[in-house]
């Protein structure tokens, strides 16, 4: 009789087998690190990526490498995304994914997505009997190489439960935000909300220094003091302030401006299929957009630099 312990997540939590098969599509940045840490955990993980650079550089670190997706998610116990934009995540999963992948594989899609898409392809993996997640990163490209990201997962409860073991080999949190599409829901409210607050610091600080105060010790009595937030306090935009952060490397490294930017579409997309109101969010978007056309590279904390 066939061992089956090996093709069910469930394995994962008996003690008995803790070894999975694992597609990986996207090994960009962000995706990389995150198969890496995959391996690291025991896994076996099936690569995949259009660039053969990535494939190289995943097949160094141990994964198994694909020339194509379908091949990729042959006989796995999971597959895990990490793609630039919601029309190839769509595509990927419609056309290589479902009704390639097992049936009894869990779909987990890391991608930061637009919510109607993420919610989309979610409604067509369920038609056809899979369980699936959206569950997009915090934490950047150090925390995708440590293994120290922040998942917020969408999803029913089931599905959430299957893609946890594989989520919690890649990083430090992993949080249930509730029903298909809710984790692109949730990364899109945290990105503009850190958006404008980075903005919001860049300007004290810039303020600050026009005013005649010493940067460090505008910090020293800020950050004791109820202006005090994430932006200044653990990823300060001023030099040699604060912890180390990319401020202190010319802006390089870090969550680049493009990608913030893109984020801040996103949420304004999905503000006005919601009819909220996000004033502020439109503003940072604005900003953004001015800064990004000539610096979008650099680390989005680097906007201080246009105050």
């Known amino acids: 009789m066939q061992d089956r312990r090996a ?11 803790t070894n999975m098969k694992i597609a990986f599509i996207g090994l960009g940045n962000m995706g990389g690190g995150m198969a890496a840490n995959l391996v690291k955990a025991g896994h076996s993980v099936r ?12 097949k160094d670190a141990g994964c198994q490498t694909f020339s194509n997706a379908r091949e990729a998610v042959e006989g796995v116990d999971a597959v895990v995304s990490m793609l630039p934009n919601g ?6 999963y419609t056309g290589d994914v479902i009704g390639h992948a097992p049936h009894a594989a869990t779909l987990i899609d890391c991608s930061t997505i637009d919510v109607a898409t993420a919610r989309e392809v979610a409604d067509a993996a369920h038609a056809e009997g899979y369980k699936m997640v959206d569950a997009p990163v ?20 089931h599905a959430f439960d299957a893609a946890e073991p594989v989520l919690s080999a890649m990083g ?27 903005i919001g610091t860049a300007e004290a600080f810039s303020m600050a220094q026009k005013l005649g105060l010493d940067p460090q010790t505008f910090y020293d009595i800020s950050s004791v003091s109820s202006g005090q ?26 969550f680049a ?12 997309e999905a503000a006005k299929r919601s009819g909220a109101s996000t004033p502020l969010g439109g503003h940072a978007r604005e900003l953004y957009e001015k800064f990004a056309a000539d610096n979008g590279a650099l680390d989005f904390s680097g906007i201080i630099k246009t105050l």
């Open 7 to 17: 093709a069910s997540p469930l394995a994962t939590t008996n003690g008995e087998d």
């Open 47 to 58: 690569a995949f990526d259009l660039s053969e650079e990535a494939l190289s550089a995943a």
């Open 87 to 92: 029309e190839i995540v769509k595509k990927v």
């Open 138 to 157: 915090s934490g950047g490209i150090a925390a995708a190489a440590g293994g120290t990201l922040t998942f917020m997962v969408g999803g029913e409860k």
């Open 172 to 198: 430090k949190a992993v949080i249930h935000a509730g029903d298909a599409g809710n984790g692109q829901a949730a990364k899109i409210c945290n990105n503009m909300l850190l958006a404008i607050q980075m």
């Open 229 to 254: 937030c994430w932006s200044m306090t653990s990823y300060c935009p001023v030099p040699g302030v604060g912890p180390q952060s990319p401020s202190d490397n010319e802006y390089k490294g870090g």
């Open 257 to 268: 401006a493009a990608l913030m930017l893109k984020d801040l579409k996103l949420a304004m």
